[in-house]
T-cell receptor, first 109, second 116 residues
Framework: KNEVEQSPQNLTAQEGEFITINCSYS?????LHWLQQHPGGGIVSLFM???GKKKHGRLIATINIQEKHSSLHITASHPRDSAVYIC???????????FGTGTRLTIIP | DAGITQSPRHKVTETGTPVTLRCHQT?????MYWYRQDPGHGLRLIHY???????DKGEVSDGYSVSRSKTEDFLLTLESATSSQTSVYFC???????????????FGQGTRLTVV
């Protein structure tokens, strides 16, 4: 069964802390996506990974294909990073995405 | 922002009435998707389209139909709305399929639908 799990569900941290959000999936994938959903509801695509690591500003996404695991890191976190972060997997043989339930991140000034 | 708009943004309707949500894009992207988002669930695919008049069902398609008569518009219809269809609906567009490198997805702002 194609499943995606995220942890933690909720995360509260102080401004400046290093943040890690985890995503694991059940079977082989062709791609893993990270999305950000703002408090107002809008969803923005952050990364698409099929291997290795990608970096954009203070955000870093990594994937370990053998362990079926991906992480999203935020360095020097800021209150504007407060949002729900969602991972989604494109499983082999299935062009549709399966979404995790999201991690709600709150950064306190 | 990418050229994708959903309408209406909010709607309250009565049980048993038909409802149509519209997704409009100006990006000329091939793939369009309708999702619903509910507490405790990830985004769930209702229907998607891979071209004009080419559509397919997602995992929660019962009670929904779609149409795509031109590239820029993807309509989602609730044929007879029920309270279980109260949700936030998102449209998404993408130039290629999900595993293709170098493309990103763009999401609409969402439509909050309440069925009373």
């Amino acid at each position: 069964k194609n499943e995606v799990e995220q942890s933690p569900q909720n995360l509260t941290a102080q401004e400046g802390e290093f943040i890690t959000i985890n995503c694991s999936y059940s079977v082989g994938i062709s791609a893993l996506h990270w999305l950000q959903q703002h408090p107002g509801g809008g969803i923005v695509s952050l990364f698409m990974l099929s291997s290795g690591k990608k970096k954009h500003g203070r955000l870093i996404a990594t994937i370990n294909i053998q362990e079926k695991h991906s992480s999203l890191h935020i360095t020097a976190s800021h209150p504007r990073d407060s949002a729900v972060y969602i991972c989604a997997a494109a499983f082999f043989g299935n062009e549709k995405l399966t979404f995790g339930t999201g991690t709600r991140l709150t950064i306190i000034p | 922002d990418a050229g994708i708009t959903q309408s209406p943004r909010h709607k309250v309707t009565e049980t048993g009435t038909p409802v149509t949500l519209r997704c409009h894009q100006t990006e000329n992207h091939r793939y369009m998707y309708w999702y619903r988002q509910d507490p405790g669930h990830g985004l769930r695919l209702i229907h998607y389209s891979y071209g004009v008049k080419d559509t397919d069902k997602g995992e929660v398609s019962d009670g929904y139909s779609v149409s795509r008569s031109k590239t820029e518009d993807f309509l989602l219809t609730l044929e007879s709305a029920t309270s279980s269809q109260t949700s936030v609906y998102f449209c998404a567009i993408r130039r290629s399929f999900w595993a293709a490198e170098g493309t990103e997805a763009f999401f609409g702002q969402g439509t909050r639908l309440t069925v009373v």
